[in-house]
């Protein structure tokens, strides 16, 4: 191998020296970035029963609902109703065509007719033949015959006018009225389309009683079970909560999602709370009291366990705090220990802080937070 000769040693050195600079300068380049001003958005820790409550969303149904049906089949010819209108009990809601029905009806009638008039002939012809049987001109094998002819003739009879009221029945089976007080919450059919008997044209629920159904997956079943108490809250009613009960629990699971179908009655129900509302029910599940619930992005893992990154109001500056984590949930994560009433945590952009890195706040609109230094936002 060649040694170098003193005169190319200063020309190597410099030349080593010329790639580490630019190296140097690039590993200071990524710790300033790694420690630029960070915009992150932050939510206010706050402890107590609420964060040991699960959330399960669901809708605002009538505890009573009815399918409504024709009984006979037949082409629509009227609807009177639509979706969202409130019905009077006897109130005609749709019609069929009535020209079957009533020929069925006619036809009936003059069964009847017919009937009757072979029943009138029998008994005649019964009452003479037991005159001649009395004078001895007929035996009494003929005269049972005729005893036997008439009271066929007053079967059929009796069966004509069966046929006549049930035909009779159905021509009034041609109007579709609601069996009670309530709002018409569902319709299938439209006037022009035909329809087999039984099949469900209009749903008819009565508001007097309201429920939130809810679908609770089976790992979280048991919290419903065992609770003592249920919050109801609504979307378009902010703030306003109600007292819940839970009314009925499946027996089985759905076979497609896994979950268990659970109505809870709202039990101080009033008229803000309407049909097909989006509603909140929230369970006691029994957390200690200084739990909280925070979003699930709040929580990251750093050297294999979680933290949270507390902000610190006065300097923007983050630090990592440890956690435990009570529960793992849809709506969040239940941290038992490790914060506070009060604290700022970082719950979008935490996964890309450091300790003493410098962050700007923002609102969830997106807007920074209205206490926000100047300086900061540069």
Request: proline share 4%; glycine share 8%.
């Amino acid at each position: 191998m060649k040694t170098p000769s003193p005169s190319t040693r200063p020309i190597h050195a410099l030349a080593a020296l010329a790639l580490a600079v630019p190296l140097l300068a690039g590993c200071s380049d990524r710790q300033e970035q790694a420690l630029a001003v960070r915009p992150v958005e932050t939510v206010v820790v706050k402890t107590g029963a609420a964060a040991g409550m699960s959330g399960f969303a669901g809708e605002v149904r009538a505890r009573h609902e009815a399918d409504l049906a024709f009984r006979i089949g037949g082409k629509v010819t009227e609807r009177h109703v639509d979706v969202g209108v409130a019905v009077k009990k006897g109130q005609v809601l749709a019609r069929l065509d009535p020209r079957d029905a009533a020929l069925a009806a006619q036809a009936a009638r003059a069964q009847v007719a017919a009937a009757e008039a072979d029943h009138a002939l029998a008994q005649a012809e019964l009452e003479r033949y037991r005159r001649l049987y009395q004078q001895r001109f007929v035996s009494r094998a003929v005269l049972d015959a005729r005893e036997t002819a008439y009271q066929a003739a007053r079967a059929r009879l009796d069966q004509a006018r069966a046929q006549a009221a049930v035909s009779g029945n159905q021509a009034a089976y041609t109007e579709l009225r609601a069996e009670g007080d309530g709002i018409i919450t569902a319709v299938n059919v439209e006037a022009g389309q035909v329809v087999a008997a039984g099949q469900p044209v209009m749903r008819l629920a009565r508001p007097e009683e309201k429920e939130v159904l809810i679908h609770v997956p089976e790992s979280r079943i048991g919290e419903v079970r065992n609770t003592g108490q249920a919050v109801v809250t609504l979307w378009a009613q902010a703030g306003r909560r109600y007292a819940g009960r839970v009314r009925e629990i499946a027996p089985a699971a759905d076979a497609a999602t896994r979950t268990f179908a659970v109505r809870v009655a709202i039990v101080d129900a009033d008229q803000d709370v309407r049909l097909g509302m989006t509603a909140h029910v929230l369970f006691g599940a029994g957390w200690e009291a200084g739990a909280a619930l925070l979003p699930l992005t709040a929580v990251v893992q750093k050297d294999g366990k979680p933290v949270v990154w507390l902000v610190d109001p006065a300097s923007r500056q983050v630090t990592p705090r440890p956690v435990e984590v009570a529960a793992w949930r849809e709506d969040g994560a239940v941290v038992s220990a490790g914060v506070k009433d009060g604290d700022l945590v970082v719950v979008r952009g935490a996964h890309k802080l450091l300790p003493g890195q410098a962050v700007r706040l923002y609102e969830a609109a997106g807007t920074l937070a209205a206490d926000q230094p100047a300086g900061a936002a540069k």
